[in-house]
């Protein structure tokens, strides 16, 4: 690993960026590189990285046919994590192709879309990626699909009523999560621009969505932004990747 790391990031849409880790990686000083999938932009070679981030999208992880890229995106993740044994971060849709390109399953579910808790289980709360977190998180949930068979030596770290895999871990370096912690004030309002995601707004939430949801954002989003930023910087800790002003994690 160089002395300052380089992230890959694989994006499935242009509004689902890294949000607020942009910030944090700004202030560390660490380049990222961004391969937007979707526009059928190529995946580099992933050993010119230190590791890699997979975002969030509308489609799903079945829908090959519909989104070709998934099938050699899937492949790229299995390769990052079990060849080159690369630190990994996946949200949502991310978390849902680590767990289809490592062996396990993902399926329909039972729409999640809100501000809404998620609890960690008794391994979650022993993992260096929820150091410094509460028990039950109030999270921004935004998904109708969920991990329904975890992959070999994937452990559950979070869960929910309504889906009982919401985060994972496989060792050290591999970390997924299927909430949301990159939330900004603009969030919202970007995503709402997403036909999918407007009708899975509709659906959960009724009339006057987008104005219902910014407003529970807003409320929470102290607490997201400050829980954002102990995300990053377990992470960037049990990666082996700190640097700069992350270097130090948080205390239970």
């Not at 890294?18 to 990686?25: A, H, M, V």
């Not at 060849?83 to 399953?105: I, R, S, W, Y």
């Not at 975890?150 to 299927?178: E, H, N, T, W, Y």
Request: hydrophobic share 45%; charged share 20%; net charge negative.
């Amino acid at each position: 690993m160089s002395a300052t790391p380089r992230l890959l990031v694989f994006q499935h849409l242009d509004v689902e960026h890294p949000g607020i880790f942009r910030e944090f990686l700004a202030a560390d000083g660490i380049p990222w590189d961004v391969v937007e999938l979707d526009r059928g932009e190529a995946i580099p070679d992933l050993r010119a990285y230190d590791g890699l981030w997979v975002m969030g999208g509308p489609m799903d992880v079945w829908e090959e046919s519909a989104f070709p890229w998934l099938a050699a995106e899937k492949s790229e993740i299995r390769r990052a994590v079990l060849d080159l044994e690369l630190p990994f971060l996946g949200v949502c849709l991310g978390h849902q192709l680590l767990a289809t390109a490592l062996g396990g399953k993902v399926a329909k579910g039972m729409p999640e879309v809100g501000v809404m808790p998620v609890e960690l289980t008794p391994q979650g709360r022993e993992s260096t990626f929820f150091n410094g977190m509460p028990t039950r998180l109030n999270t921004l949930q935004w998904h109708a699909a969920e991990v329904t068979a975890v992959p070999p030596g994937a452990v559950v770290m979070a869960r929910s009523p309504a889906c009982a895999v919401q985060a994972l871990a496989i060792g050290d370096k591999v970390f997924s999560i299927q909430f949301h912690v990159e939330v900004t004030n603009d969030t919202v309002a970007e995503w709402a621009t997403v036909p999918a995601y407007a009708a899975a707004l509709e659906d959960g939430l009724g009339a006057g969505a987008v104005s219902k949801l910014q407003a529970s954002v807003d409320t929470a989003l102290t607490e997201f932004n400050a829980q954002a930023k102990t995300f990053y910087d377990n992470w960037m800790g049990t990666a082996g990747l700190r640097h700069g002003r992350s270097a130090t994690l948080p205390h239970h």
